[in-house]
């Protein structure tokens, strides 16, 4: 049975969302600040994460970052948050996908159905791993968000950051510039691959023994980037 987690301060539209999902075999979770919603989904470690951006402790952006740090789960964003703006901040975040209020409850279904679907079918992204990434070059803490060479901290900035992170979740795979255009940049950055180069030449002189030559941060020439281990 799928987990959903539904993250949500409104009562009314919890119990609807809840009658909804578990009529169509969810097993649902819910909480109504970004506290608890850290809590649980480090816990119980649902399938899903339906989350509104308007919590009453904290924004839901920070509850995306904050999953984000040591998790891949997909993450529905259901907001009454509509502008471009605040769409890109969220997919920049780490979101997987938005839905505005009000909404349909049959496209809410379809999109969740979808993103257990990605999920179901890419076993590599799932959050199981350990915490910590160590190669012979560099250990990657993903909950603290600390980079190290040695004995000497690495200073990642929060693009580096995020692009590193996406890169060593999903260790030997192909990961598309336009997948890490749209995930570290947000949707209307999609042409600009320059981006990548720059950042991904910044991480391997950061993190290379050779940058010119990179073990570990590897370019699929005209495709995208993986991260060997």
């Known amino acids: 049975m799928t987990r959903v987690l539904v993250v949500e301060d409104d009562p009314q539209l919890v119990r609807a969302l809840k009658i909804n999902l578990q009529a169509r075999k969810f097993d649902v979770e819910e909480a109504s600040d970004g506290s608890s919603a850290l809590r649980l989904a480090a816990t119980r470690k649902p399938d899903v994460i339906v989350l509104d951006l308007g919590l009453p402790d904290m924004d839901g952006i920070d509850v995306i970052k904050g999953v984000r740090g040591w998790s891949r789960v997909p993450i529905l964003v259901l907001s009454a948050r509509h ?127 050779d940058p010119s030559h990179p073990r570990y941060l590897i370019t699929e020439p005209g495709m995208g980037y993986r991260f060997e281990p």
């Open 83 to 209: 502008t471009s703006e605040d769409k890109i901040r969220a997919l920049d975040a780490g979101a997987d996908d938005y839905v505005t209020k009000p909404f349909s409850m049959d496209e809410l279904l379809a999109r969740l159905r979808a993103a257990t679907r990605r999920q179901e079918a890419s076993p590599a992204a799932r959050t199981d791993q350990a915490a910590v990434i160590t190669t012979e070059e560099f250990t990657v803490d993903l909950v603290a968000k600390k980079v190290r060479r040695g004995e000497r901290a690495v200073r990642l900035t929060p693009t580096e950051w995020h692009l590193l992170e996406i890169l060593i979740t999903h260790p030997g795979r192909l990961i598309t510039q336009s997948r890490l255009l749209l995930e570290v940049w947000g949707p209307a950055y999609g042409e600009n691959t320059n981006y990548l180069r720059v950042y991904m030449a910044q991480l391997r002189r950061k993190l290379e023994a």
